[in-house]
């Protein structure tokens, strides 16, 4: 019998799902609330940068409203905010976002919600983006369901900028700082 060589996924995101640089920018002139940027790495486990790897983050408006017809009070949501952005990680596994940080609703912190796709991958991994400078993350249940020790892995951290408020936050798929993913199926 002959075996088939192995093989996976990809990579196959820059000709499938991005199409041109303006999809990781979810803001336009009108968009309420404070605008920001959220950049960071993607790493595999030995710490090196995924070159060539997708980051989608869903998000709510400024007013905690996802423009998406599950959410109850979608006709109230900011007509000019996306909500939804894609980055490729082209130069040395970096990404970036130009958005608002995101209001809340029924007692959660702020949060953004990623998707995370890459080579080998056969499953999207999710998780979230919470802010360090929230008092809020002290009480937000999903936040604190998480295992104290790798809590951190979903914090954004400010950094300086010289144009918009800038929060770094780095993603490990794998490795002993790997990010907390979520089991999309409950």
């Excluded at 702020?110 to 983006?129: E, K």
Aim: charged letters at 25%.
């Amino acid at each position: 019998m002959k075996q088939t060589a192995s093989q996976t996924v990809g990579p196959y995101l820059r000709i499938g799902l991005i199409y041109g640089d303006a999809q990781n920018d979810l803001l336009q002139e009108q968009t309420a609330g404070e605008r920001i940027k959220i950049k960071g790495v993607v790493r595999d486990g030995d710490g090196q940068p995924i070159t060539d790897a997708m980051v989608e983050i869903w998000q709510p408006d400024a007013n905690g409203i996802y423009n998406h017809p599950t959410d109850p009070l979608q006709e109230q949501a900011d007509p000019h905010f996306r909500g939804f952005g894609r980055a490729e990680t082209r130069n040395e596994g970096r990404y970036e976002f130009k958005t608002i940080k995101p209001g809340s609703r029924n007692g959660q912190a702020p949060y953004i919600n990623v998707n995370v796709f890459a080579r080998g991958m056969l499953l999207h991994a999710l998780t979230r983006i919470y802010f360090e400078d929230e008092p809020a993350n002290e009480t937000d249940t999903v936040l604190n369901a998480v295992d104290s020790s790798r809590r951190h892995t979903l914090i954004a951290v400010p950094e300086q900028s010289s144009d918009l408020p800038t929060y770094r936050f780095d993603i490990h798929v794998q490795g002993a700082e790997e990010t907390v993913f979520f089991n999309p199926t409950g």
